[in-house]
């Protein structure tokens, strides 16, 4: 089946700085990507859908200029925490679909642990 | 709003016994219904789909059956056995402007019992 990579799997990062994750479809293109995030014990909260080639879209509640979001090829997506803090720690879990509209299977990464001191 | 509800939150059965998890959805929109299974500290995992024009799907242990009418969904798990441990989350999905949209019940979190 379809391969969806996130990098890094982990990421510790002092109060202040800006942390980038990396969404990667290995074995097909992703046309839609999506970011979500996942408190503990907790279910998937859709953060932002992003098609290739224009801006993302964020849900309601979500900041745009804190949450940075990337889909720069059909390959690669990035979510970029600026001036994280630790309410920002959290999973954040990228998936990806090859379609933007027919309704196919989405894809989900391993997921990225966050942790802001 | 768009909302999707899972029952139970919690679930146990004894190894060989099968397992029910139901969602209902509110949007009747909706036309596909993903579950996903995800292990700790893992991304979810596709287990089985089913679109809107089906009743019913099977695959091996895992079926899913969909009632448009009522608005509601079911994952059944038969056999169930230790390594179907995990948490649980249905899905219902739509289009609208600009692309899809999917809406995640609460999960339900499996204990299988050897």
């Known amino acids: 089946g379809a391969v969806v990579s996130q990098h890094p799997s982990r990421v510790i990062c002092k109060s202040g700085t800006s942390v980038k994750i990396e969404c990667r479809s290995l074995d097909f293109q992703a046309t839609t990507m999506f970011w979500y995030r996942q408190f503990p014990k907790k279910s998937l909260m859709l953060m932002a859908t992003?098609?290739?080639?224009?801006?993302?879209?964020?849900e309601q509640g979500v900041e745009k200029d804190k949450f940075l979001i990337n889909h720069a090829s059909l390959t690669l997506s990035t979510l970029t925490v600026t001036s994280a803090h630790p309410e920002d720690s959290s999973f954040y879990i990228c998936?990806?679909?090859?379609?933007?509209?027919?309704?196919?299977?989405?894809?989900f990464g391993p997921g990225t642990r966050l942790t802001v001191l | 709003g768009e909302n999707v509800e899972q029952h139970p939150s919690t679930l146990s059965v004894q190894e060989g016994d099968s397992a029910v998890i139901k969602c209902t959805y509110s949007?009747?929109?909706?036309?596909?219904f993903p579950w996903y299974k995800q292990e700790l500290g893992k991304g979810p995992q596709l287990i089985i789909d089913i679109r809107s024009n089906v009743g019913e799907k099977k695959d091996q242990r895992i079926a899913v059956t969909l009632n448009k009418t009522a608005k509601h969904f079911s994952l059944h798990i038969t056999e169930t056995q230790p390594e179907d441990s995990a948490v649980y989350f249905c899905?219902?999905?739509?289009?609208?402007?600009?692309?899809?949209?999917?809406?995640f019940g609460a999960g339900t979190r499996l204990f299988v019992k050897a």
């Open positions: 899905a219902a999905s739509k289009t609208r402007t600009g692309g899809f949209k999917t809406i």
């Open positions: 998936s990806a679909r090859a379609s933007k509209l027919a309704p196919v299977e989405q894809f």
């Open positions: 949007d009747s929109a909706s036309n596909y």
């Open positions: 992003s098609n290739e080639g224009s801006k993302a879209t964020y």
